[in-house]
Nanobody, 124 residues
């Protein structure tokens, strides 16, 4: 089993930036797909971005619109999500998760290990 710890959330004004980090320990983190999901109050958890094991392949939700960038540093067991041009609609709890399969999935049920979540709040 892989333990994930996500961090980096906070309060930011619209148009600002945040960088989320996901630190993995144990198991197969460095050879696994890692995804970021988010969940706003009263809404379903939704896919934000994902990266394959070596960082070459990435996938983004349409609402990202080129504002977010996912990357990974396997030497340090880290996956980052750089979020720019943040909008109030981006307010949510963000979670990183380890994918079950070798390809990036947008389905949360296909991720096995989850971080505890980090709150992102964007004020208008």
């Amino acid at each position: 089993q892989v333990q994930l710890r996500d961090s980096g959330g906070g309060l930011v004004q619209a148009g600002g930036s945040l960088r989320l980090s996901c630190a993995g320990s144990g198991g197969t983190f460095s050879i696994s797909v890692v995804g970021w999901f988010r969940q706003a109050p009263g809404k379903e958890r939704e896919f934000v971005a994902g990266v394959n094991w070596n960082g070459i392949s990435t996938s983004y939700a349409d609402f990202v619109k080129g504002r977010f960038t996912i990357s990974r540093d396997n030497a340090n067991n880290l996956v980052s999500l750089q979020m720019n041009s943040l909008e109030p609609e981006d307010t949510a709890v963000y979670y990183c998760a380890r994918g079950r399969y070798r390809t990036i999935s947008r389905i949360s049920a296909q991720y096995d290990d989850w971080g505890q979540g980090t709150q992102v709040t964007v004020s208008s």
